[in-house]
């Protein structure tokens, strides 16, 4: 599971949250699930909100609600929760801002009871420790879709001015002509001029 982080406990500040929630110097969610591992605890629900930096090429702002829990479902445990999320991104054709939502639930399986001493599975269940800032933000990185746009029928720039297309023409000429053959059209029109 190479997309979950574990963290070491120097790592982390002592600002507990809920008892089993911290911060670390970064402001990142840390979420101790040890008391799960050694059964005082069934289930560790949690509540938080996240502000994203804008490290993705065209999302501008990121703000998420995300309630969940850790849960012990016998055999293994397994984070499920909930993103409400509203995205200020650009349109991926005309480049105009929008919101974006993601309204979603998530689940994915921790480490089961009693995992292979070898695996990074074992590493994580020796910390009990998980990074939730990471674990949201790459589930809903993964859920977006590989374009946004303001609508189906965007236009989007024109490739020879860069007006947006969808609030009128810009005149340009539409007519593609082929590179190698541009000396050739320059020649024509220059002729005709004549």
Request: proline content about 4%.
């Amino acid at each position: 599971m190479s997309f979950v982080k574990w963290l070491p406990k120097e790592e982390t500040k002592e600002v507990k949250m809920a008892g089993y929630l911290e911060t670390n110097v970064s402001g990142e969610y840390i979420l101790d699930f040890s008391s799960l591992i050694s059964g005082e605890k069934k289930s560790l629900p949690f509540d938080i909100e996240i502000s994203f930096p804008n490290d993705e090429k065209d999302i501008v702002s990121c703000v998420g609600k995300f309630t969940g829990s850790v849960d012990d479902k016998n055999e293994e445990f397994v984070l499920t929760f909930a993103a409400d999320v509203k995205l200020r991104v650009l349109c991926s054709r005309c480049a105009e801002e929008m919101d974006y939502f993601v309204k979603e639930t998530f689940s994915l399986p921790l480490c089961g009871k009693k995992p292979e001493r070898d695996t990074e599975e074992f590493e994580l269940f020796k910390k009990g420790k998980i990074n939730l800032s990471e674990l949201v933000r790459e589930f809903l990185i993964l859920s977006l879709p590989t374009q946004f746009l303001c609508k189906k029928s965007c236009k989007g720039l024109c490739h020879m001015c860069g007006s947006n297309l969808n609030v009128g023409g810009c005149g340009c000429e539409t007519k593609e002509i082929d590179s190698r053959l541009r000396p050739l059209a320059d020649f024509l029109k220059n002729f005709e001029e004549d």
